[in-house]
């Protein structure tokens, strides 16, 4: 065994960590180098003074005793249990009725939970009302043939028509070198705030675009609702809403046109 | 159907008798909390105050609670990994300078220079000096010292609390000592050229 060896088991060997082949061989290496076996002397020594005098930090009493108050009945959902549950626990003579209480009691809770958890998903979310909003809006207009309240397929006539009736000024594009046929504009209602519609047309295809300014910028979308199709993004502080019964490829073109002319004032 | 079952059960078997078996808090108090001063002491050598100490034991306390299905073997070690665990979460919020090169091992490829352990002889030192000296020790090579000489504490334990082979269980502990031989050599030598003025 090398010195540099026998050092290094010197620790294992002390700690009591070594295999008896390897310790007899240390101790024979031990027998004949004095100056490792007084390192050795050494290593237990600081063992035994660190046993002796360092610190060991019990922990105080009142800390066992909060940790252990704090220690809920079940592990995995102490914190989540509503305190009712506890009255439901066994409790001498009403053992049984209780037990007997638990499943239904826990029947219940599930019920109480779905219901709950309908009602939010129940409940529109505000995209879901505009949705409903953007759609009606177009339905109606088609359904009474009225779909401007400004008849013009100048874009110098429907923007001061609508910005002398509303807070903000639309954007209002002229796309007919693109064959979507600016025809007018009118105003509606839509998530509780006035908007602005232009209404644009391919062929037999009226098309509605919707427009108020908005705060955050949304995530383009798409979506097909009762056979209208939907589009929707949000461009240097506006919001557009585009409804129409015309194909999704062509509302797609216009949806790109109308970004790229408001991408910039 | 269900609710009939139950109370036939409970017929049956008396409640009283099988209740301290079922029951989980019951269980982890016998099993774990006799270890609560361990998990107190490796969190106060750790934080190096009882302040610290006090939250990192409560939160590990209440952690292994939730694991306790997770107890295979000895809970002791178990319990204290779980305090080692908290321990470094504890860090990463609050001294997060301090976790740097904590966990890589980097620390363990360092060569150290001298080729044996020529520690000097602990008996003169008082237990102030012992303790500031550990203190000081950088906190892996802390951690090992206090599992095996405080906790007495196998090697195998130690690297399943301090999750690295055995191997580096080690060659930690004998630089942990060196290192301590050194700082109270150190010391030793600073108090003496006071003395002498």
């Known amino acids: ?265 | 159907m269900l609710a009939a079952e139950s109370v036939l059960l409970h017929q049956t078997v008396s409640a009283p008798l099988h209740k301290p078996l079922n029951d989980p808090k019951r269980r982890f108090e016998q099993l774990v909390l006799p270890h609560f001063d361990a998990a107190y002491n490796l969190a106060r050598w750790l934080t190096r105050n009882d302040h610290d100490a006090q939250d990192v034991v409560q939160e590990a306390v209440l952690r292994a609670y939730r694991f306790f299905d997770g107890l295979r073997g000895e809970a002791k070690p178990w319990l204290l990994s779980i305090v080692r665990n908290t321990f470094l979460t504890w860090l990463q919020i609050n001294r997060p300078a301090d976790t740097v090169g904590l966990d890589d091992g980097l620390i363990d490829l360092i060569p150290s220079d001298e080729d044996g352990p020529e520690v000097l002889a602990a008996r003169s030192f008082d237990r102030r000096m012992l303790n500031e000296a550990i203190a000081g020790l950088p906190v892996q090579f802390r951690e090992v010292l206090i599992l095996r000489e405080l906790e007495d504490l196998s090697y195998k334990d130690i690297a399943r609390i301090a999750d690295v082979p055995i191997g580096t269980v080690m060659s930690r502990l004998a630089r942990a000592r060196r290192l301590l031989a050194e700082s109270l050599g150190a010391i030793s030598n600073i108090s003496g050229t006071q003395v002498h003025k």
């Open chain 1, 1 to 265: 065994m090398t010195r540099e060896e026998a050092n290094r088991l010197l620790h294992a060997y002390i700690d009591g960590e070594l295999d008896a082949v390897k310790s007899l061989e240390l101790e024979a290496h031990l027998a004949g180098n004095p100056s490792v076996r007084a390192a050795c002397e050494r290593l237990r020594e600081m063992s035994a003074a660190i046993r002796d005098k360092a610190d060991y930090h019990a922990a105080p009493a009142w800390l066992e005793e909060r940790v252990r108050a704090a220690i809920p009945a079940e592990p995995k959902d102490g914190h989540a249990r509503p305190a009712w549950w506890g009255w439901l626990k066994p409790a001498g003579s009403f053992a049984a009725v209780a037990d007997w209480l638990r499943p239904a009691a826990s029947f219940a809770a599930v019920a109480l939970v779905t219901w709950v958890v309908a009602l939010g998903v129940m409940r529109p979310s505000e995209d879901e009302r505009i949705t409903q909003d953007v759609l009606a809006s177009h339905v109606r207009a088609t359904l009474s043939s009225r779909f401007y309240d400004v008849a013009s397929s100048d874009q110098h006539t429907v923007k001061p028509w609508l910005s002398a009736r509303l807070a903000f000024s639309p954007p209002v594009a002229d796309l007919s070198a693109s064959d979507f046929e600016l025809v007018g504009g009118r105003l509606d209602y839509i998530g509780a705030q006035p908007v602005a519609v232009l209404v644009y047309k391919r062929r037999q295809h009226m098309i509605d675009v919707f427009l108020w300014p908005a705060e955050a910028q949304k995530a383009e979308q798409t979506l097909t609702r009762d056979g209208f199709n939907i589009e929707r993004f949000a461009r240097n502080g506006m919001s557009f809403w585009i409804v129409s019964d015309l194909n999704r490829d062509e509302l797609d073109d216009l949806a790109r046109l109308l970004a790229e002319r408001s991408a910039a004032p």
